[in-house]
Structures are given as structure tokens and as C-alpha cells.
């Protein structure tokens, strides 16, 4: 079962969606790849994730405050294995920095796999905590992000990664 709250936050209203194991999604205001809630339930304090919700929610709210750069709530986000290697990998690009989609297709082993990877980015259940956002074109241009590019200028300025 998947229970959700609402979270407000200086890129809009966040859906944040959880099971008892773990966060299994933030999605934004018109994101991009949500399915929707059906079949979700409204979280309240005697739900089973409700840890979890409420754990994610003052973390985001100290990483929008600049008081967080490491993230640190239990996931359960659904994907094949391909993409769970792809946000496995996410994870490791520190708070301030960038790659591009080729380094991390490269680092990931399989350079040629470049529009396979970013597609796997770009349906990263969790933006932010798995920080999707510091995935920039290689001209150092913001291209693509499933909750819209100005979010993911706003992120990447709120950490000081300096973008095209």
C-alpha cells in the first residue's frame, strides 16, 4: 500500500508518497512520468509510513532551508535493474556538483547507453533525495527534468552549481 501527504516547498506542492518499507516517490505539480494516485491512501499518523512521509518532509524542508546536503530517509522505489543502477549511481554525485549524461552513462560502464540512461533519469521516482537534478547536458546546458527545467535550475542554484 502506498500512503501520500502533500508537502509545500519553494518549487510547488510536493506528493510524497511512501510505503512501510520507504519513500517511493516525490513527484511536483505537473510532473512529467505520474501515474496518479489511484489505489494510494491519504497518510495520517497511524499509517505504516508515515515515519517515513514526515522523516522526508523535514529533511526537504532543511535541505530547501540550507541546513541539509545529504539526505538520509529509507527508499523503496520501484524500477527494473537497469534503473535502479542508473539512481543507484545518481546518489553518488555529491550536493554542489554536476555531470553530464555521457560521464554518467560512463560511469555506469556503458557509454553508448546514453538515451537509454537518461530516460532511466528521468523516470527517478524520488527528484531530489536521488538527485536527478545534478544531470546537466555536456555543454553545461540544464536540459530535461521530469518536474521542468526552471525546478531544476532552481535546485542546481540553491546548491551553487553555476549552469549555462
Same mark, same amino acid.
Given at each position: 500500500m502506498i500512503f501520500y501527504i502533500e508537502h509545500p516547498s519553494p518549487v510547488g506542492r510536493l506528493l510524497l508518497a511512501a510505503t512501510e518499507? =520507504?519513500?517511493? =516517490?516525490?513527484?511536483?505539480e505537473?510532473?512529467?512520468?505520474f501515474k496518479g494516485k489511484d489505489g494510494w491512501q491519504q497518510a495520517s499518523t497511524a499509517s505504516p509510513?508515515?515515519?517515513h512521509l514526515q522523516a522526508t518532509a523535514q529533511q526537504l524542508d532543511e535541505y530547501f532551508s540550507g541546513q541539509r546536503t545529504e539526505f538520509d530517509v529509507a527508499l523503496d522505489?520501484? =524500477? !527494473?535493474?537497469f534503473q535502479r543502477s542508473v539512481w543507484q549511481e545518481l546518489s553518488a554525485i555529491p550536493f554542489g556538483a554536476s555531470v553530464s549524461y555521457a560521464?554518467?552513462?560512463?560511469k555506469l560502464g556503458n557509454p553508448k547507453a546514453l538515451r537509454a540512461v537518461g530516460s532511466a533519469i528521468g523516470k527517478n521516482p524520488v527528484s531530489i533525495i536521488v538527485p536527478c537534478h545534478r544531470v546537466i547536458g555536456s555543454s553545461g546546458a540544464? !536540459? =530535461?527534468y521530469a518536474g521542468g527545467v526552471e525546478r531544476k535550475r532552481f535546485l542546481l542554484a540553491l546548491e551553487g552549481v553555476a549552469v549555462n
Open positions: 518499507q =520507504g519513500l517511493s =516517490g516525490i513527484y511536483f505537473e510532473h512529467k512520468h509510513a508515515w515515519k522505489m520501484s =524500477g !527494473t535493474a560521464q554518467h552513462a560512463q540544464v !536540459t =530535461g
